[in-house]
């Protein structure tokens, strides 16, 4: 079973940017999808982004849609969230996940998931 790890969370004013990275054990396989997900204090956990590890599939959220870019680097098996215009209503700890399949929107979906990162935006 891979294991993720998250890192690249932090203070931020609104407006700004942060790069969130997910490093996973061992190389996925070309059938794996990753999604980002965010959680804030007293609410449900939300998809951010998808992709499928091959580079296909791309999806967001409709209110991260425009600002955050999800990617990935073959070659440091490393996934990526690019957040630029930040907003308070963005912070939460953001999670990486991991399914076998297409990139869906329900975290129930996924089955591999990193511990998180905090991402504190400041207005």
């Known amino acids: 079973q891979r294991q993720l790890a998250e890192s690249g969370g932090g203070l931020v004013q609104a407006g700004g940017s942060l790069r969130l990275s997910c490093e996973i054990s061992g190389r996925p396989f070309s059938s794996y999808a990753f999604g980002w997900f965010r959680q804030a204090p007293g609410k449900e956990r939300e998809f951010v982004a998808g992709?499928?590890?091959?580079?296909?599939?791309?999806k967001y959220a409709d209110s991260v849609k425009d600002r955050f870019t999800i990617s990935r680097d073959t070659a440091k098996n490393t996934l990526y969230l690019q957040m630029n215009s930040l907003k308070p209503e963005d912070m939460a700890v953001y999670f990486c996940?991991?399914?076998?399949?297409?990139?869906?929107?329900?975290?129930?979906?996924?089955?591999?998931w990193g511990r998180g990162t905090q991402v504190t935006v400041s207005s």
């Open positions: 992709m499928r590890w091959t580079g296909g599939g791309t």
């Open positions: 996940a991991l399914r076998v399949g297409a990139p869906t929107t329900g975290a129930s979906d996924y089955n591999s």
